[in-house]
């Protein structure tokens, strides 16, 4: 009994620690894509260093929120969760119309 115990909380330790793994993979990977953006490393990302961006470039004004002509990384964060809403919304469109 005492071994099943055991065996069960080391599973569920097991699972909790790759969630928390997976969370900061995202977090990572968006933190690694707006490093890859800004090339002069100065913290924000200008308007021809987005040239290599199409969707952010299209978004530009909308997420330069403080007017400042450059994207930071908490601008960036939630073009990152706008792109993520859209694509999940499409994911659900496609299940709905199967």
Do not use: C, N, Y
């Amino acid at each position: 009994m005492k071994h099943r115990s055991i065996t069960g909380l080391a599973g569920l330790m097991t699972a909790a620690l790759f969630s928390s793994a997976v969370v900061a993979g995202d977090a990572e990977k968006g933190h690694s894509q707006f490093q890859m953006l800004d090339q002069d490393q100065d913290g924000a990302i200008s308007a021809m260093e987005a040239e290599s961006s199409p969707e952010l470039q299209s978004q530009w004004m909308q997420l330069d929120g403080d007017g400042s002509g450059t994207i930071d990384q908490a601008e960036f964060s939630a073009f990152e969760e706008m792109q993520s809403e859209s694509s999940d919304a499409g994911m659900t469109e496609d299940k709905s119309s199967q």
